[in-house]
């Protein structure tokens, strides 16, 4: 999903500030980590689950307490607008409740009688999680899974993104008291320590967020060792289909928000726009009018729609895409070192009319939108089944039935009708298909992919 690239844990400076330093933060002795992890295992594991849900509200609480300075943190350290960091501490918060939800609903034993003797199917621990984050929603994402790991019983290592690593440690700090010894715990490093996280043996349970290159690595270096489960939440090239009938003005704000928020960081971004050749010309208009609503900010400030993207290496990448990608630029790219007084890594949002079909394109991470005007529907769905990805796709339409039918159409984990590809509201399920990832969605019930199951069946006790 996000790119989470090595990055040093110190020397670091605030992508909307370079002039300001963030806090030196050492990396982890990850032996001595896990091995807190197996020594609380069992125990955790046979904590009755009321039990667990108290130490989780007791989370709860102090996650909501400290919500203004998690989310000045967020914005702080990844340059998230602090409207978008607010939401995310906010979603962070109603995942105690919906995850709470959801054990009761898959946790407890599931008694079966139409079987040859009594039997009933048990969940149980699987064993120290391991939840490697990425920087785009360094909290939200990975706290999700950490929730889950731990009402199934699981101890959680949890690796922020070195992009996000004093978050992650302020995490780790209000959390990990809450927990007996090795419970929870927050893990530093870059790539090196999620792959020693990943491949130790003792670790029974990796959730990974980040791109496909890198999650297909760790698919095959996982491979031998089959009863270790592996979710995979990795990224998308999305498209937002406009038909003919659409309300166009309603489908340009959409796009518009779904290239901008986060600045295009977001796996779910809009970053490809499939038009009807008919609408294709009205909708650049208001595409255009609606993206000029983006204006580049600080993104500590509340009036702040689009601040900076990560690092220098994603606005060197920007500029590679921006100067390769075949078209017509109907919005140039453009950096802006300077915003507000304040040195950054600062991009204006691109939009280009593509003249091939972006067979080849990967995730760009970036507000680059590309354009593609198609002839009839049939040519829509084919364009966008050419991309290997499968995460979200989003259709506009007055028609359910044109919905209807090409929503079927599409190989894709997350469809909209006449929202934002990137609308994913933490009640539903949220991952992808193809290389977007590997069928163990994040969102609304990952807690299923917390445990093993155990069938259990006897025959009458005799007395003795």
């Known amino acids: 999903m996000a790119r989470d690239e090595l990055a040093p844990l110190t020397e670091r400076w605030s992508p909307g500030d370079l002039s300001r330093p963030l806090p030196r933060i050492e990396a982890s002795d990850i032996p001595t980590a896990v091995a807190n992890a197996e020594a609380a295992r069992r125990d ?45 501490v906010s979603a962070v918060i109603q995942k105690f409740n919906l995850t709470i939800d959801d054990a009761h ?34 909290l939200h994402l990975g706290h999700g899974a950490t929730i889950a790991h731990l009402l199934a019983g699981n101890p959680v290592l949890f690796k922020p993104s070195p992009y996000a690593a004093a978050l992650g ?8 008291p809450l927990f007996p010894p090795g419970v929870f715990q927050v893990v530093q490093g870059g790539a090196q320590t999620g792959e020693a996280l990943a491949l130790n043996p003792k670790v029974r349970a990796v959730c990974f967020t980040g791109s496909t290159t890198v999650g297909r690595q760790l698919a095959q270096n996982l491979a031998a060792d089959f009863s270790k489960d592996l979710a995979l939440e990795l990224g998308g090239s999305n498209a937002l289909i406009v038909c003919a009938d659409a309300d166009i003005e309603q489908a340009a704000k959409a796009a518009a928000e779904g290239a901008c928020l986060t600045a295009g960081q977001r796996c779910n971004a809009t970053s490809r726009i499939i038009l009807e050749r008919s609408i294709a010309r009205k909708f650049q208009e208001h595409f255009l009018s609606a993206l000029a609503s983006f204006q580049l900010g600080d993104p500590l400030l509340t009036s702040t729609r689009l601040g900076p993207v990560i690092s220098a290496d994603a606005v060197a990448r920007y500029q590679r895409l921006t100067a390769q990608y075949p078209g017509q630029w109907i919005l140039p790219g453009q950096v802006q070192p300077m915003v507000d007084g304040r040195r950054g890594h600062y991009l204006h949002p691109a939009a280009v009319l593509r003249t091939d079909n972006g067979v ?5 991470f970036l507000p680059i939108v590309s354009l593609f005007i198609v002839a009839d529907l049939d040519e829509a769905i084919h364009l966008q089944s050419l991309s290997a990805d499968g995460l979200t796709a989003s259709i506009f339409t007055r028609s359910e039935q044109t ?3 090409l929503g079927r159409r599409l190989e894709v984990g997350n469809l909209y009708a006449n929202l934002p ?44």
Do not use: M
């Open 421 to 464: 590809t990137t609308f994913s509201p933490s009640t539903l399920p949220f991952g992808g298909i193809k290389d977007s990832g590997n069928g163990r969605p994040g969102g609304r019930g990952f807690l299923r992919f917390t445990t093993t199951e155990q069938a259990v069946q006897w025959t009458k006790w005799s007395s003795i």
């Open 403 to 405: 919905f209807q039918a």
């Open 105 to 138: 609903r898959y946790l407890p034993d599931e008694v079966t009688s139409d079987g040859p003797h009594p039997a009933l199917i048990r969940r149980q621990a699987r064993g120290p999680a391991a939840v490697i984050c990425p920087f785009n929603f360094p």
């Open 169 to 176: 440690a302020t995490y780790g700090n209000l959390l990990e």
């Open 44 to 88: 955790w594991a046979n904590t009755p689950l009321p039990q667990k849900i108290t130490h989780l509200r007791d989370a709860e609480q102090a996650l909501l307490k400290a919500t203004e300075e998690l989310a000045h943190g967020i914005s702080l350290e990844v340059g998230k607008p602090l409207t978008e960091s607010r939401a995310e």
């Open 360 to 364: 080849g394109d990967q995730e760009n």
